[in-house]
T-cell receptor
Framework: EAGVTQFPSHSVIEKGQTVTLRCDPI?????LYWYRRVMGKEIKFLLH????????ESGMPNNRFLAERTGGTYSTLKVQPAELEDSGVYFC??????????????FGPGTRLLVL | AQSVTQPDIHITVSEGASLELRCNYS??????LFWYVQSPGQGLQLLLK??????LVQGIKGFEAEFKRSQSSFNLRKPSVHWSDAAEYFC??????????????FGQGTTLQVKP
């Protein structure tokens, strides 16, 4: 069974540009999460999808970040325009089932974003 | 507010020695607690989790953790460390807020180095 995949693995962009990160969850997983780790800091929650609906987006830093999950399958996270402080590693995770906290979250390898 | 503290940023142990990684949490009720490990180039992998019941939890790769409510701790242990255990370890608490969110709150991580 394929795990959670993320694309690209690395991205280097200039301040003001747009970047779109993609996450493909494990097939059949209704829950999809985005997390971010800024260098030297802890991993922080961004948002949680249940199928195509945003269940919790309390961690989204500002309106430069837009997450979508069309059709309840893969998800994209767009940053527009990117700022220097957006640099970090963006993780995606997925889980199965409705008992969300009790379900194991399977993480992807992350996308390393560097904004210059 | 919920929070997780991992007091040790780096730990070095000799191969074959015992290991204990510390984790303290701040939460008003019985938390959902997790330990994850991230090897270089990989996503986070769940080692073990605690929801209720027996306070000593067994996980994969020979790891165990003990929930101590009086100390607000969930320390990770392994009796004999192998070189392949070198990685970064994350403690996390599930945010049991209103709504069915699966949000995890992470500590800053502990990097384990294993000496031959």
């Amino acid at each position: 069974e394929a795990g959670v995949t993320q694309f690209p693995s690395h991205s280097v962009i200039e301040k003001g540009q747009t970047v779109t990160l993609r996450c493909d969850p494990i097939s059949g997983h209704d829950n999809l999460y985005w997390y971010r780790r800024v260098m030297g800091k802890e991993i922080k929650f961004l948002l949680h999808f249940v199928k195509e609906s945003k269940q919790d987006e309390s961690g989204m830093p500002n309106n430069r970040f837009l997450a979508e999950r069309t059709g309840g399958t893969y998800s994209t996270l767009k940053v527009q325009p990117a700022e220097l402080e957006d640099s970090g590693v963006y993780f995606c995770a997925s889980s199965q089932g409705w008992r969300t906290l009790q379900e194991t979250q399977y993480f992807g390898p992350g996308t390393r974003l560097l904004v210059l | 507010a919920q929070s997780v503290t991992q007091p040790d940023i780096h730990i070095t142990v000799s191969e074959g020695a015992s290991l204990e990684l510390r984790c303290n949490y701040s939460y008003g009720a019985t938390p959902y607690l997790f330990w994850y490990v991230q090897s270089p180039g990989q996503g986070l992998q769940l080692l073990l989790k605690y929801f209720s019941g027996d306070t000593l939890v067994q996980g994969i790769k020979g790891f165990e953790a003990e929930f101590k409510r009086s100390q607000s701790s969930f320390n990770l242990r392994k009796p004999s460390v192998h070189w392949s255990d070198a990685a970064e370890y994350f403690c996390a608490v599930g945010a049991r807020l209103s709504g069915n969110t699966g949000k995890l709150i992470f500590g800053q991580g502990t990097t384990l180095q294993v000496k031959p």
